[in-house]
């Protein structure tokens, strides 16, 4: 069993910044890709950023130069690094852990809201 713990979210202003934070657990662990997803109100849940067990690293257009995913394979826990907070950012933000066996684990969600 994987339990993920995400935490960092909460308000800020547009143009501000927050850092997300995806603490994984479990026993033996063997962490392959480790992904963010958002969803809006109303929405479907959306791709932000990849990171693959090497640091390769992949974004979603709408926050390509603004957020920067990284992770510590030593402490099992990837980052999101927002930057430039857009009211569109606003969402309920998930972390996925993809592992070895294959299989996939979800964080809880973590609101981040953007607005003045």
């Known amino acids: 069993q994987v339990q993920l713990v995400e935490s960092g979210g909460g308000s800020v202003q547009p143009g501000g910044s927050l850092r997300l934070s995806c603490a994984a657990s479990?026993?033996?662990?063997?962490?392959?890709?480790m992904n963010w997803y958002r969803q809006a109100p109303g929405k479907e849940r959306e791709l932000v950023a990849i990171i693959t067990s090497s640091g390769r690293t992949n974004y979603a257009d709408a926050v390509k130069g603004r957020f920067t995913i990284s992770r510590d394979n030593a402490k099992n826990t990837m980052y999101l690094q927002m930057n430039s907070l857009k009211p569109e950012d606003t969402a309920v933000y998930y972390c996925?852990?993809?592992?070895?066996?294959?299989?996939?684990?979800w964080g809880q969600g973590i609101q981040v809201t953007v607005s003045s």
């Open positions: 996925n852990v993809d592992i070895w066996p294959p299989r996939s684990y």
């Open positions: 479990g026993s033996n662990l063997r962490i392959n890709e």
